[in-house]
């Protein structure tokens, strides 16, 4: 099972691909964690990927159609994932495809997470991440229970840097113009499912929405 979550940034992509995954046991692709990972580790990949990252531009395809395809071809990855942040050009969906095929794979399912741009902004203000563990907190809706210390390892949080307001209008302008795109390349697809969404409200709802979709096709 080869499943999407596509949707901008702090759209909730993040925290319900870890949802499926624990369900579905299939492992998460997340490109943005690589990248910073990488740029965490100083590689020369995270090198050259630290100046789009930080700023909240697209890291230039070449380099991310590498990384797909060295993760791909790892061996947990032969029975499904779940891509978080991938693909996010119309270029990246279809060399993905491509990918798939000659493993003898395709996408079955895009799962679409939208939210109000304000609400995003809102949202990735507040939002605090453990630099050791990447446990996510929010400020308002799910905080640390000692002021900016994470609950299970004792680490001081941190707030993103491309999470400031003026990166996160950066980084949502660009999905607008160069990922959003690409919902109507997979929706005129007839082999696989489509559905979407809103995640601007209590996350319960969204949350139980996916299940259902989920029950209905007997993946979970
Ligand atoms: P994310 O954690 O998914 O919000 O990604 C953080 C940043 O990593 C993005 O703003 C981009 O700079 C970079 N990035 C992640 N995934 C991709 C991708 N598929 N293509 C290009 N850049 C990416």
């Not at 319900?16 to 943005?32: K, Q």
């Not at 809102?122 to 563990?133: F, G, I, T």
């Not at 308002?140 to 001081?156: A, Q, R, Y």
């Amino acid at each position: 099972m080869y499943i999407l979550f596509l949707g901008p940034p702090g759209s909730g992509k993040g925290t319900y691909s870890r949802v499926a995954s624990e369900l579905m046991d299939i492992p998460i692709l997340a490109t943005g964690d690589m990248l910073r990972a990488e740029i965490e580790q100083n590689t020369e990949l995270g090198k050259s990927a630290a100046k789009y990252v930080t700023s909240g531009e697209l890291v230039p395809d070449d380099v991310m159609f590498g990384i797909i395809r060295n993760t791909l071809s790892r061996e947990d990855m032969k029975n499904g994932v779940i891509f978080d942040g991938f693909p996010r050009t119309l270029a990246q969906a279809k060399m993905l495809d491509e990918i798939l095929s000659n493993m003898n794979a395709k996408i079955d399912m895009v799962v679409e997470l939208y939210s109000s741009d304000d609400e995003i902004i809102a949202r990735l203000s507040n939002r605090r991440v453990c630099p050791k563990c990447g446990r996510i907190y929010h400020l308002i809706n799910m905080p640390p229970k000692v002021d900016e210390i994470c609950d299970d390892d004792g680490t001081k949080l941190i707030q993103r840097k491309d999470d400031k307001p003026e990166t996160v209008r950066r980084r949502l302008k660009v999905y607008h113009k160069q990922t959003a795109p690409i919902i109507e390349y997979f929706k005129a697809k007839k082999d696989m499912f489509y559905f979407n969404i809103s995640t601007g409200g209590p996350p319960k709802i969204g949350r139980n929405k996916m299940l259902k979709v989920f029950r209905e096709h007997k993946i979970i």
